[in-house]
């Protein structure tokens, strides 16, 4: 029985189980504490942080993947040292780590993203605001999400407090775009790579809040764009498993990279109910360097709805029975994490044939676990 | 969070651990041993003819259900006692317990069944055969599945062996059939019945080899009296999760009840990616009185073919990445189960718009797997 071992007992550990479970994987976790989201298959409670805990976790497993990026590359480069399968490599992720590093990559690889720079002064901050029109967006290189670490400022002084940290910061230019996409891609170790259709995804406050799939109107040009870029990422980073590239869809009609994500991304929940091989699915199949499986749509549109926050009474299990009856064919996907505003707790997946009955019947559901 | 206890560990148990997890139900199984298909939730291992076991079991879940049918009805009762909510209950599990008692109840009911009668000595089963034309189908009440515990007789002394244990035979008509058929429901105990499209069912010595979903030339009458009857059963009968109600189709068009199964059935394990929810989530819906889900058709046809006795050399493991390069778009399941001629180690589901294209994808994917 082939093992898998991840890093980090979050929801996307937690939804790659199911999957393992059809493929007759030995899924196990290292879990950040009791309890975690990915409870059931937590094999180890322990800080990802500590090698010794890693070393001993890997012992006996063909791969080591991951839950989110914060593994260090410390970390990283004794599990390597030790002969462990280590899928996306320390190479690759550092690129997911650190933005500059990865912003830096795709000026190499000549991909389009916005302008930056690395700053280390508000001088320099300075500068780059008045060669863009006065604003920019700040971000701290490592640790970010969820919007988290990302700030927009419109003069050189704002962002002294995360200069003074002594670290430099990554500037980009403020984008004006239409909408925002992501392109999610599979690359297995052998170099298979496969692309599911390009989605829409609509963010509220830095969160994702809404994904549609496909993104309307994406069959044509962008699509194909999306999926070029994506792959160019895949290959010139030499990504192995799931990659979710962030994109802009600018107003003058262009595609600029904004983040990626090297594992099952939230832009890819979808694919769970919407196509034949989800993402979970996808990124065990990519790790253990198995074949991977079919990526059509499953649907016209499917449509996921982020459970943001959850009820601010009671829990989603008490709001359970109303949710399943008044939407019986929306598909419900919970967590097991605690309510707390703004925490992502669950999520709901529409499908069929027309896009507006789709969303509506998301927003429908997911309604039902919020306030 | 809701709890489920499932007594029995194998793959029916197993295939009920992915929609607990999306639901956020805290699934818990009583297993034969340790190693079983469903280990990975498995938080008892023991014997569930003990009622001291099975009740220590129970203890903080909400309801208790069934992997398999076997459990006694002293342990049942048991149950009942202490305020455990079963689920099917004690007297609906009855029917599927012991043949002679569910034939008695359907021809209370009126359903249509082959004739049938009770015999306790070759004399009976002689006057049986005299008035069928010469041949007849007998079967031990109790125990028996997967072709087990059935005998076509053609004279008085060939179920002497059986008689001989002192308990009385099931004798049935031998059935002139076109095709077996299967209707699945679900029922909640507040009443909420649903039911999926039926369909054709394929034996091979008894055991079930493939499914074909739905059954062809199904959408016209057949359909319509293959849900009028399992939904009189599964009211009749109290039944509540799913019912399985097998059905063979005559040579003079009529549907008669050959098996139930009160629990996910062999018969719908199509539905985990053909249907828009599956049988396992809808028992997990139905035995917790929850809102039943949508039973649609994701595509127009589906087929299942099981994979029997497994490779005669190697693993499932290793015969999976031909599989996967072969069929991208068939979806594989597998059991954890050691292969053993005969045995159901897993099943592949092949869904499309082409019935020939769907079946040919199938059975490609499932014979990677076998000899």
């Known amino acids: 029985m082939p093992s898998v071992g991840v890093v980090g007992g979050g929801q996307l550990a937690r939804m790659m189980v199911p999957p393992a479970i059809a493929l007759g994987i030995d899924l196990r976790v290292l879990a950040e504490s009791e ?209 979710a590239v962030e994109l802009f869809e600018t107003t003058d009609d262009r595609l600029l990279v904004n983040e990626l994500a090297m594992r099952p991304h939230n832009s890819g929940h979808w694919t769970i109910d919407g196509s034949t091989t989800s993402q979970f699915e996808q990124h065990l199949r990519a790790v253990l360097d198995l074949p991977l499986g079919d990526t059509g749509l499953r649907d016209k549109w499917s449509v996921m709805v982020n459970i943001l926050g959850g009820p601010a009474t009671g829990s989603i299990a008490q709001r359970m029975p109303r949710a399943m009856a008044d939407q019986p064919a929306v598909k419900l996907h919970e967590y097991g994490k605690e309510p707390r505003p703004g925490r992502k707790v669950g999520h709901v997946t529409a499908s069929g044939d027309d896009l507006d009955d789709v969303v509506f019947r998301a927003r429908a559901a997911s309604a039902f676990f919020e306030n």
């Open 35 to 243: 309890g975690s989201s990915a409870a059931i298959a937590a094999t180890a409670v322990g800080d990802y942080t500590d090698v010794e805990t890693v070393l001993r976790f890997a012992e006996g497993l063909d791969v080591i993947t991951f839950d989110h990026e914060h593994v260090p590359q410390a970390v990283l480069a004794a599990l390597v040292e030790k002969g462990v399968a280590v899928r996306p490599g320390p190479e690759a992720l550092a690129h997911s780590q650190d933005k500059l590093v990865m912003r830096a990559r795709l000026e190499e690889l000549g991909l389009p993203q916005p302008e930056w720079a690395s700053i280390s002064t508000s001088a320099q901050l300075g500068d780059f605001l008045d060669a863009h029109g006065g604003s920019a967006v700040v971000k701290t290189p490592r640790g970010g999400y969820d919007g988290k670490g990302v700030r927009v400022v419109r003069s050189a002084g704002e962002a002294d407090d995360w200069l003074d940290v002594g670290a430099p910061l990554l500037v980009e230019q403020l984008v004006s775009f239409r909408r925002e996409l992501a392109q999610l891609v599979a690359r297995r170790p052998s170099g298979e790579l496969v692309f599911w259709q390009v989605v829409e995804t609509v963010q509220e406050g830095g969160v994702c809040s809404e994904v549609v799939a496909p993104a309307p109107g994406s069959d044509g040009r962008f699509g194909q764009v999306a999926a070029e870029i994506a792959s160019g990422i895949a290959e010139g980073l030499d990504v192995t498993g799931v990659l």
